[in-house]
């Protein structure tokens, strides 16, 4: 027996779906936390696009905002420390009908899951990933973090951080990511852009977003930001330029770009994958029925 | 018994695995009964290397005892395995490398001397060809039809035509002929017995029942000896739809499969004991997350890196225990390609029934040694149900519904109306968080009680449900064996040529290592005498388990980590002593 599916086809047109929205459950994160901004960005994005809320799954590690996919009504994987991006790369070639999107912060991204966050850029997965970068880990207390600063003192490093921080916006550039921007959660309209435009993006589109944590880091805080921040389009730059996003993201102290710093078009893991070429993986037939075939190769 | 094998011994790069396989798949066509079983080390060049395919119109179980036609490509092949060759057989070698004298070889071994060189010479330059040469005289030998060797060994080149595979199938038919000029075929060479068998490795019978169970996402990182489930899988990946990722390292395997199998497609990954070790933590999430899983942990001799082209069973404390808290899980330890291919069946089942992860724990032994099957056993057409089983219905959809079996209604991402979220934090029935938001609130207390009660009680689902334990050979047996996995294979050798010798044992497999049903397993005991646990590893984790689960003792145990499969004769001798 082939493998039959109940699995829907997209609604026909006038047949209004329930675009994502805010579930009854009440996120956790501390009051004037960066994270509401952008899950209210995420919402808002998917809201713009029209995409049904069964349609999209929201993929996450551990760490307070990986807390996200609760606070939305699309489907989610809330799973275990630093592994967000291959659970969510496994949804995509699963079905690739369906909007991913991952979420997570710095420790989890880019400490514990820094290996698969290259290799998911490199790959050019078609997924959006959307990382709420505080700078420090929160939901164990205050620890230090891959993105914080030199010098900084936190519980693990009570004499002042002595590595260096990662660069996420460099780091996505080297390892080939084909959509990179940097948000700031205080500018919500702006990162629900970057983030609707990920989304729309074909191909890894990585969004990494300055979300304060107003209590375990009390140097880049919000008024932090706001007094450093310009956004890109505003300053002429070209994202189709590598060299000039590689230059802006070397940019750190009174003046700090956000905004969309690269894009290219290249052809997605999706795209390359024969099998896939067929359809979404969970619609194809499954099993060996008839193939007996296969079997000659063993004689 | 009837037998021959047939033993190929050179240097890594020598070619020995394709030769020997070539040996072993003309066996396999005559209709005999074939084991092929490839000894390596863990170099790509150098080292002392063997294959030797065994042969019988009867059986065929493990790599057995000895050999009857060994082919030393170098000396050093004679000098190990001179002792194993029976009375009655022939050592090949080439005078023009090195000598080989009747003081090598043990009373009713005879040398024979063959131009391999001088043959190659003809051909090209390229020295590798001498083995087409020297393995067409171990052909002649072997009683195996020259027409039937070479058309081996021209399958062998996945027909492709030209002058490299007339030079190989020139250069075997002049062995074969010099052989037949200068010896006698030898006198336990099996005749042709009928229709052609398959011959499969246990990871390409891994593979291909996988295929067969509706699995259509393999992601896996190289690991010996579970790499061959990922090179068959990706030589047929478009023909068998099946995608097939190479991730980048085991933590990104597993989670993968997981997202796979959450979004709706039958999933595994696969890997040996230290990318095991990288699983774990993923494995839980499976459990926690009730996402179907399948996982091969092709198992090698450890600690660590250990003996990386060895054999054991050294994992299963580990495949047991793998994982933060209590989760149910299952473990099927297939003995053969043919149960290794029915296992997969059953592990997709058992994954998508229960909702949880199932390991299959072959080893090196069973992984990559060749056996034969019928094909008329091979049965493609499995009965896949759809993963699509829930209807919407709006609201009241729970994912995590408290149920009688503790299986709750699972819908996939898709499917309007039914979202929810899946979390590796314990969670309420609709997949809430009740970890830290109302950590301490006496409902939700008791809430992650029902929860894990909901997902153990699916633990004595599965043993009723997975394959229980199987006795073969005669009933009331004085001895009975206790073994699982690839032991099995020189367990029941070692049991026929004890009945040969006049002694009556049987065996008491375990095609399910976990869970068991103590019931059914006490049971099985109590139509024992004495009982025998054969197992390779230092520690009888099985023994352990089976006592921790049923009380039970073995009356002895035999215990093996040398990184060598059993031979048969040991098993034989240890059976005698406690008889």
């Not at chain 1, 799973?79 to 949804?91: D, M, T």
């Not at chain 1, 990511?177 to 970057?194: E, H, I, M, P, W």
């Not at chain 2, 011994?9 to 209709?31: C, L, Q, T």
């Not at chain 2, 996402?291 to 082209?309: E, F, K, M, Y």
Request: aromatic share 8%; charged share 20%.
């Amino acid at each position: 027996m082939a493998e039959t599916t109940a699995l829907p086809k997209p609604a026909a047109h006038g047949t209004p779906l329930p675009l994502i929205g805010k579930t009854s459950t009440k996120p956790t994160w501390c009051p004037g936390c960066g994270d509401f901004g952008v899950v209210a960005a995420v919402e808002m994005a998917v809201k713009r696009l029209q995409i049904p809320s069964h349609n999209v799954v929201i993929v996450s590690g551990i760490g307070c905002s990986s807390n996200l996919p609760h606070f939305l009504s699309s489907y989610g994987f809330h799973g275990i420390h630093g592994r967000a991006l291959p659970v969510a790369e496994g949804i995509r070639w699963a079905n690739h009908g369906l909007t991913v999107i991952g979420t997570g912060g710095d420790g989890d991204g880019f400490g514990i899951g820094a290996g698969h966050f290259i290799h998911a850029m490199r790959r050019n997965v078609d997924l959006t990933y959307v990382t709420m970068d505080n700078q420090i880990y929160g939901l164990t207390t205050g620890q230090a973090s891959p993105t914080s600063t030199l010098g900084v003192k936190t519980k693990s490093t009570p004499n002042g951080v002595i590595e260096n921080p990662i660069d996420p916006i460099s780091l996505a550039l080297a390892s080939g990511a084909t959509y990179v921007a940097r948000g700031f959660s205080g500018d919500v309209k702006q990162l629900a852009d970057l983030v609707a435009n990920g989304i729309q993006h074909r191909g890894f589109a990585f969004v990494d977003v300055f979300s304060p944590c107003v209590t375990y880091n009390k140097i880049n805080t919000f008024d932090f930001f706001r007094q450093r921040v310009y956004k890109l389009e505003s300053a002429g730059h070209d994202p189709s330029d590598i060299v000039a996003a590689w230059q802006r993201s070397l940019e750190w102290g009174d003046k700090i770009p956000i905004g969309l710093f690269y894009k290219v078009d290249k052809p997605t893991y999706e795209d390359l994958e024969e099998v896939l070429t067929a359809g979404p993986l969970a619609l194809q037939p499954a099993g060996l029925h008839g193939k007996e075939k296969l079997l000659d190769e063993f004689v | 018994m009837s037998e021959i094998a047939v033993r190929i011994g050179g240097e890594a790069g020598d070619g020995i695995a394709s030769v020997g396989e070539s040996i072993a798949r003309s066996f396999s066509r005559m209709g005999l009964h074939v084991f092929g079983f490839n000894a390596y080390q863990s170099v790509i060049r150098g080292g002392h290397v063997w294959y030797q395919a065994r042969a019988s119109p009867e059986h065929a179980h493990s790599q057995g005892d000895g050999a009857d036609i060994v082919y030393a490509l170098h000396r050093e092949t004679v000098g190990i395995h001179a002792a194993g060759v029976r009375a009655g057989g022939t050592v090949i070698y080439d005078p023009e490398k090195f000598q080989v004298e009747p003081t090598d070889l043990p009373a009713g071994v005879t040398a024979l001397g063959v131009p391999t060189l001088a043959i190659a010479r003809k051909y090209t330059s390229q020295s590798i060809l001498q083995n087409a040469a020297g393995t067409g005289a171990a052909a002649f030998l072997a009683g195996i039809p020259l027409d039937l060797f070479q058309e081996v060994l021209r399958d062998s080149f996945g027909g492709k035509k030209g002058e490299v595979v007339d030079w190989n199938l020139g250069a075997a038919a002049e062995g074969y002929h010099f052989a037949e000029q200068h010896a006698s075929v030898h006198p336990h060479a099996p005749s042709q017995q009928g229709a052609p068998k398959l011959l499969m490795s246990g990871n390409e019978a891994i593979a291909l029942g996988a295929a067969a169970a509706g699995c259509k996402f393999l992601s896996q990182y190289p690991m010996t000896p579970a790499s061959s489930i990922m090179h068959w899988m990706a030589a047929h990946s478009p023909q068998i739809g099946v995608v097939v990722k190479q991730a980048e390292d085991e933590l990104a395997a597993i989670n993968m499969a997981i997202g796979a199998s959450f979004a709706g497609v039958r999933a595994m990954t696969a890997t040996s004991g230290g990318g095991f070790s990288l699983m774990v933590e993923a494995l839980g999430m499976a459990g926690m997350t009730e996402t179907p899983l399948v996982v091969v942990d092709a198992q090698r001799a450890g600690p660590s890196t250990g003996l990386p082209t060895k054999t054991e069973q050294g994992d299963l404390n580990l495949i047991l225990g793998a994982g933060q808290g209590d989760f149910p899980r299952a473990i099927l330890a297939p003995a053969t390609p043919l149960e290794a291919y029915r296992a997969m069946i059953d592990a997709f089942r058992l994954a998508e029934d229960w909702q949880t992860p199932v390991i299959v724990a072959s080893d090196l032994h069973l992984s990559e040694s060749f056996q034969t099957v019928d094909r008329s056993d091979v049965d493609l057409n499995v009965a896949i149900p759809s993963l699509f089983p829930v209807a919407p219905n709006g609201h009241s959809y729970l994912r995590y519904q408290h149920t009688d079996s503790g299986v709750s209604p699972r819908a996939v991402p898709g499917q309007p109306g039914l979202q929810f979220v899946a979390g590796s934090d314990e969670h309420d029935e609709r997949g809430h968080l009740v970890s830290d938001i109302v950590a301490g609130i006496p409902k939700w207390v008791s809430e992650r009680q029902r929860m894990m009660e909901k997902r153990m009680k699916k633990l004595g689902g599965i043993a009723r449900d997975a394959p229980p334990p199987v006795f073969e050979g005669p009933a009331g047996a004085p001895l009975t064996f206790v073994a699982w996995g690839s032991v099995v294979g020189a367990v029941r050798d070692a049991i026929v040529d004890l009945a040969d010798g006049g002694k009556a044992t049987n065996l008491l497999r375990f095609p399910t290592v976990y869970p068991l049903d103590a019931a059914a397993v006490t049971a099985a005991f109590g139509k024992t005498k004495r009982t025998l646990l054969v197992e390779q590893n230092f520690s009888g984790q099985f023994g352990r388990l089976l006592r921790a689960e049923t009380g039970l003792v073995p009356t002895a145990r035999f215990l093996k980590y040398d990184g060598e499969p059993f031979m048969p004769h040991e098993i034989v001798a240890k059976a005698l002593e406690v008889i």
